[in-house]
């Protein structure tokens, strides 16, 4: 009898304590998660450059798109090389099948280039997230323009 008080109890204290502390620890859900892009129309029609735009607003922090086919053409390319020493702040990108919650803010070159690399590849998002490295932006570049020749 005695041993099922006691276990009793301690059960009480345990649940106690974590419904009282456990929720206060927990990390709180990013504030406005965007709606995902599934697909084109989801863009509402928008060009890249017109997307980096919606971007800069940094409205969400960040946007999580389904990969879309062939949405970046070579009449696009012209219009991003332009941006790609962009310093100013905008919203990353993800792929839908990231797991990876970016909280970092990016710029506009950083996700110029991650279009151009979209282009290159026939499909954006090309990677998971929208990072490139600095090594790969010199050969991204340089195929871009051979591109637009």
Same mark, same amino acid.
Request: hydrophobic content about 30%; overall charge positive.
């Given at each position: 009898m005695k041993l099922s008080?006691?276990?009793?109890?301690?059960?009480l204290i345990i649940w106690l304590v974590s419904a009282l502390y456990l929720p206060a620890t927990q990390a709180a859900p990013p504030p406005d998660v965007p709606p995902q892009i599934d697909d084109l129309a989801d863009l509402g029609g928008r060009s890249p450059v017109e997307f980096l735009e919606i971007l800069k607003e940094k409205k969400f922090n960040q946007y999580t798109i389904k990969p879309i086919k062939n949405w970046i053409s070579k009449k696009d390319v012209l219009?991003?090389?332009a941006l790609i020493n962009s310093k100013d702040a905008c919203s990353p990108v993800a792929s #839908?099948?990231?797991? #990876?919650?970016?909280?970092?803010?990016?710029t506009v070159g950083q996700e110029a280039l991650f279009m151009l690399e979209g282009f290159r590849k026939g499909e954006y998002p090309p990677a998971l997230n929208s990072g490139i490295s600095d090594a790969?932006?010199?050969a991204l570049v340089r195929w871009c323009r051979e591109q637009i020749r």
């Open positions: 008080i006691i276990a009793s109890t301690v059960f219009s991003l090389l #839908y099948y990231s797991s #990876y919650y970016n909280t970092q803010k990016s790969g932006k010199e």
